[in-house]
């Protein structure tokens, strides 16, 4: 479950792996990993076998939630539905995370992050243009569904502690996303007028110049917004006062909204020649809104969130020291003193195979010479 964030707040997560399957963002080498596995345990087993599928049952036994995010014949090919996981533990809940949801004709369909992103419609309401369908850059979705999968899970246990009951959740990352575009398809039905991808034009918001621009250096960025008069003025007096400025077409908010892509492209030709930092300090303290576009690198430096230790440094048994980000809130009750780095493939073997399940030392050797646990 992305982010990890049961694992972060407490809970003991084993993820089950494979040898075959742990590659890729699955690799326990990949920063992908690292980053949001973090806080969790991890075993392998080898899924083909059916010794291995009753080891999963001998921890459901144990556990309060069993978490899965196969397509809907996975787990039933392996006799590991809700109705079997009831079977040895009654009040069990479980959530199932696939793409499309566990009905409907496309039920069977897998994809990633960006797919759902894509048919949600948060890939072209996102873009530049609608010639040019870029949307986000990373799997939004995956983070999106996960944190959707984490309050269900809250919310079955809140149920279960007052009634006595499992849950089984069926949840769709593909439903997740859509469930984002609310007041899209809003504006959609009740002012029938097509939506169109917007870029950073700022139709709804009463600015401008209103974007994200150049600054010196490769790939650097700043975002400006101008909503009032003062704040104009300031700026045109920021600028030098420049002849272009006095004209009648940048007279009024309104005017400058109607030629905001001229005015955009003389702000940028101002901004592109100085340093993003220094071109948001100045504008800043003149009373006007603006911020860095900022890169990974930047959020380390970020003096804000290193001052509110969001950063956390792990010493990873593989990849020597690690950096990842803290939760967004404080709590008495959680400390990253007590975190762990993300596990290494089968690292918690001994631990979940001995102490949990009760093997001994035969049946383990046994299990990893057949190629049960790989």
Not at 43 to 48: E, Q
Request: net charge negative; charged share 25%; with cysteine.
């Amino acid at each position: 479950m992305r982010p990890g964030s049961l694992a972060i707040l407490g809970a003991e997560v084993i993820k089950v792996q494979s040898k075959k399957t742990a590659k890729g963002a699955e690799s326990d080498g990949s920063a992908y990993f690292r980053s949001w596995n973090r806080n969790k345990k991890s075993i392998i087993l080898d899924m083909d076998y059916p010794e291995a599928r009753e080891v999963v049952l001998g921890l459901a036994r144990l556990c309060d939630v069993v978490v899965e995010n196969f397509s809907p014949r996975v787990m039933v090919n392996w006799g590991l539905t809700y109705g079997k996981l009831k079977e040895v533990k009654p009040d069990i809940i479980m959530l199932s995370m696939s793409a499309m949801g566990q009905t409907g004709p496309w039920r069977d369909y897998v994809g990633y992050g960006q797919t759902m992103q894509a048919l949600s419609g948060m890939t072209y309401m996102t873009s530049w243009d609608e010639q040019s369908p870029s949307g986000l850059g990373q799997a939004y979705a995956d983070v999106v569904s996960g944190l959707y999968g984490v309050v269900a899970v809250l919310a079955a246990l809140e149920y279960r502690d007052q009634n006595g009951r499992g849950q089984y959740i069926d949840l769709s990352q593909y439903e997740a996303m859509c469930s984002l575009m609310g007041p899209a398809l809003l504006d959609v039905s009740v002012n029938q007028r097509d939506l169109l991808p917007k870029g950073n034009s700022a139709e709804e918001e009463p600015a401008a110049p209103y974007g994200c621009y150049p600054c010196l250096g490769k790939d650097r960025w700043c975002v400006i917004a101008v909503y009032s008069e003062a704040q104009w003025h300031a700026l045109c007096h920021i600028l030098g006062d420049p002849s272009w400025a006095k004209e009648a077409r940048f007279s009024a908010l309104t005017l400058r909204k109607q030629h905001a892509e001229e005015l955009n492209g003389l702000l940028a030709r101002w901004t592109a020649t100085r340093a993003a930092e220094d071109t948001v300090k100045l504008l800043q303290e003149s009373g006007i809104p603006a911020g860095v576009v900022q890169n990974a690198r930047d959020l380390t430096f970020d003096p804000q969130l290193t001052s509110r230790e969001f950063f956390v440094k792990f010493e990873h048994p593989a990849k020597g020291t690690m950096v990842v980000d803290n939760l967004p809130m404080k709590s008495d009750d959680i400390s990253a003193d007590y975190w762990k780095p993300a596990p290494c493939l089968g690292e918690d073997n001994e631990y979940v195979f001995f102490q949990l399940l009760g093997f001994n030392e035969n049946q383990f050797r046994d299990y990893v010479k057949r190629g049960i646990i790989r």
